[in-house]
């Protein structure tokens, strides 16, 4: 099963939005409304922000939204803040009824 | 609270055995599939195995296939990964996260380090 493909680094400015993509095939991202994304703080352990493509878990900023076009997920991040600089991961279900990641995306404000 | 607290890694040389476990607390765990993900040093997450509720279905990576070991004892509230004949590529952090009934993974433990080295 090979890795879903994210861009590697996505920059912007305070208060700008960003949009990270996430790329697979009818096999997973296509085939499931069944896409997350994680967020990665340096030493830290992934937490969940967006669930089934486009629903946030209690907790998380509304700022934090999902989408998905055929076999490509996004995930925008509204209001850039300095926190929200961190490594994302989309991950989707497959049809051989595992998990896959994607490479993950290094968010960086400027 | 809920809770996930791995432990069991170490430096290992390759070709030997390791056993990782995962305390879970906060919730009624047989209720849940549980996962291990792993992160090599620098690089992205990779999903490694999962187990259902019950224990009697189990699917892995084909990275680790025929060398690790998904189980749990739902009386003791644990997840476990055997892992055997390791290789250098699998040093990595080793997470357990809780599954969901939607296929995402909520509850993360903070990790636990595999370092296989001569």
């Known amino acids: 099963q090979s890795a879903l493909t994210q861009p590697a680094s996505v920059s912007g400015s305070p208060g700008q939005s960003i949009t990270i993509s996430c790329t697979g095939t009818?096999?997973?991202?296509?085939?499931?409304?069944?896409v997350s994304w994680y967020q990665q703080h340096p030493g830290k352990a992934p937490k969940l922000k967006i669930y089934?493509?486009?629903k946030r878990p209690s907790g998380v900023s509304n700022r934090f939204s999902g989408s998905k076009s055929g076999n490509t997920a996004s995930l925008t991040i509204s209001g850039l803040q300095a926190e929200d600089e961190a490594d994302y991961y989309c991950?989707?279900?497959?049809?051989?009824?595992?998990?896959?990641f994607g490479t993950g995306t290094k968010v960086t404000v400027l | 609270q809920v809770q996930l607290v791995e432990s069991g890694g170490g430096l290992v040389k390759p070709g030997g055995s390791l056993r990782l476990s995962c305390a879970a607390s906060?919730?009624?765990?047989?209720?849940?599939?549980m996962n291990w993900i792993r992160q090599a040093p620098g690089k992205g997450l990779e999903w490694v195995s999962y187990?259902?509720?019950?224990?009697?279905?189990?699917y892995y990576a084909d990275s680790v296939k025929g060398r690790f070991t998904i189980s749990r004892d739902n009386a003791k509230n644990s997840l476990f990964l055997q892992m055997n004949s390791l290789r250098a590529e699998d040093t990595a952090v080793y997470y357990c996260?809780?599954?969901?009934?939607?296929?995402?993974?909520?509850?993360w433990g903070q990790g636990t380090t595999v370092t296989v080295s001569s």
């Open positions: 009818s096999s997973d991202v296509g085939g499931y409304n069944y």
């Open positions: 991950s989707s279900y497959t049809s051989s009824s595992t998990y896959v």
């Open positions: 906060g919730f009624t765990f047989s209720d849940y599939y």
């Open positions: 187990i259902t509720s019950s224990g009697s279905n189990v």
């Open positions: 089934d493509v486009s």
């Open positions: 996260a809780r599954d969901s009934s939607s296929w995402y993974l909520g509850v």
